[in-house]
Antibody, heavy 122, light 108 residues
Framework: EVQMVESGGGVVQPGGSLRLSCAAS????????MSWVRQAPGKGLEWVAN????????YYIGSVMGRFTISRDNAKNSLYLQMSRLRVEDTAVYYC???????????????WGQGTLVTVSS | DIQMTQSPSSLSASIGDRVTITCRAS??????LSWYQQKPGKAPKVLIY???SLKSGVPSRFSGSGSGTDFTLTISSLQPEDFATYYC??????????FGQGTKVESK
């Protein structure tokens, strides 16, 4: 069974940092692009970042560029999101999502974790 | 960036109704369009990808159509478990992706 389990969420002050982790299982992690998607309380979905299996390509939504870094450890079947200079508007549930093995083949956001809540507040 | 506009933002329907949700892209995205269903407190689930391909295990009452800039999600006969919020999402190129704002399907 394909599974993603996020951790690392919590309450942080504006300007602070947080690192999210995602433990993946049930598939060959090193073959797949991975993504982070977030959802502010009561709001819609917002794609945050994509990462190629070999980390040679990374893409971010403009509002987090320069503040967030997506990375992975294929040996540990883990995905990460390092978040710094956090803002109140970064408050959201952050989902770890399995993406494609090959771009444009199959669903782009296929299997989702249950999410971890990040609250940025003073 | 490519903007995605869904309509309506909400709708009321009854069991057995045919429901149609539309999604418009600000530029052509060919067929790189997916649809997701989200229920309260749960993670989204993919229903349709590549505009019209049904994800394995998804009931056949769900269908998608369109290409270029205009897309449609249709539920042929609404079931009780289909009351949820639906999102379209473009994946044109691997670079930056965007979702529509969502359509909430409620019971009439």
């Amino acid at each position: 069974e394909v599974q993603m389990v996020e951790s690392g969420g919590g309450v942080v002050q504006p300007g602070g940092s947080l690192r999210l982790s995602c433990a993946a299982s049930g598939f060959t992690f090193s073959n797949y692009w991975m993504s982070w998607v977030r959802q502010a309380p009561g709001k819609g979905l917002e794609w945050v970042a994509n990462l190629k299996p070999d980390e040679s390509e990374k893409y971010y939504i403009g509002s987090v560029m320069g503040r967030f870094t997506i990375s992975r450890d294929n040996a540990k079947n883990s995905l990460y999101l390092q978040m710094s200079r956090l803002r109140v508007e970064d408050t959201a549930v952050y989902y770890c999502v399995r993406s494609w093995a090959n771009p444009n083949i199959g669903p782009p956001l296929d299997y989702w974790g249950q999410g971890t809540l990040v609250t940025v507040s003073s | 960036d490519i903007q995605m506009t869904q309509s309506p933002s909400s709708l009321s329907a009854s069991i057995g109704d045919r429901v149609t949700i539309t999604c418009r892209a600000s530029q052509s995205i060919r067929n790189y369009l997916s649809w997701y269903q989200q229920k309260p407190g749960k993670a989204p689930k993919v229903l349709i990808y590549a505009a019209s391909s049904l994800k394995s295990g998804v009931p056949s009452r769900f269908s998608g159509s369109g290409s270029g800039t205009d897309f449609t999600l249709t539920i042929s006969s609404l079931q009780p478990e289909d009351f949820a919020t639906y999102y379209c999402q473009q994946s044109y190129g691997s670079r930056t992706w965007t979702f529509g704002q969502g359509t909430k399907v409620e019971s009439k």
